[in-house]
């Protein structure tokens, strides 16, 4: 069974680098299969999605947070990044790391999620 | 894009059936099979509970399922549970390598 779990910072500052990572486990991250993505869910809304990648390294942004966002992937690890330069409070969200199941474009597996918060 | 359009809520006694809908455009609900559906509990991370508009992960209880009629999908929750009160969102492959999810329904067991 494969499990996702999201780690990084609860508090950054504004202007700052908000830095994640997810580690995957109970499968490949190098699965032919599957691309691994970043969702957000600001406090009490809904979700949103903010990119993905796929193990070579090919990455697909959503296009309103594009210029900001950055996602790596380490197979290495068995590990994926995020990275969402010039944070605002705009930016705290419970942030979600989820398997895309190529073939069928949904989201099959979950982090439990990570609560980060932007404020001085 | 823009996030695909839910009612905000639904309720249903138990053993009763809700029916969410899920609009979205010709770029995205009309044009690809990939519609899916997901419900989280409070504090919770969505669990995938329909997907490709119809198709039910393992371990899903056949009570839900999926349909889509042009640019509308929609999840019906059949013989509602205790358990089955959540939010529920959509989410739809919107081509270009993007996707887009719902704006969620909270369902309520009355």
């Known amino acids: 069974q494969v499990q996702l779990q999201e780690s990084g910072p609860g508090l950054v500052k504004p202007s700052q680098t908000l830095s994640l990572t997810c580690t995957v486990s109970g499968g490949s991250i190098r699965s032919s299969a599957y691309y691994w993505s970043w969702i957000r869910q600001h406090p009490g809304e809904g979700l949103e999605w903010i990119g993905y990648i796929y193990y070579t390294g090919s990455t697909y942004y959503n296009p309103s947070l594009k210029s900001r966002v950055t996602i790596s992937v380490d197979t290495s690890k068995n590990q994926f990044s995020l990275k969402l330069s010039s944070v605002t409070a705009a930016d705290t969200a419970v942030y979600y790391c989820?398997?895309?199941?190529?073939?069928?474009?949904?989201?099959?597996?979950w982090g439990q999620g990570t609560r980060v918060t932007v404020s001085s | 894009q823009s996030a695909l359009t839910q009612p905000p809520s639904a309720s249903g006694s138990p053993g009763q059936s809700v029916t969410i809908s899920c609009t979205g455009t010709?770029?995205?609900?009309?044009?690809?099979?990939?519609v899916s559906w997901y419900q989280q509990h409070p504090d919770k991370a969505p669990k995938l509970m329909i997907y490709e508009v119809s198709k039910r992960p393992s371990g899903v209880p056949d009570r839900f399922s999926g349909s889509k009629s042009g640019n509308t999908a929609s999840l019906t929750v059949s013989g509602l549970q205790a358990e089955d009160e959540a939010d529920y969102y959509c989410s739809s492959y919107a081509g270009s390598n993007n996707y887009v999810f719902g704006t969620g329904t909270k369902v309520t067991v009355l």
């Open positions: 010709s770029s995205d609900v009309g044009d690809y099979n990939y």
């Open positions: 989820a398997r895309i199941y190529d073939s069928s474009g949904c989201f099959d597996y």
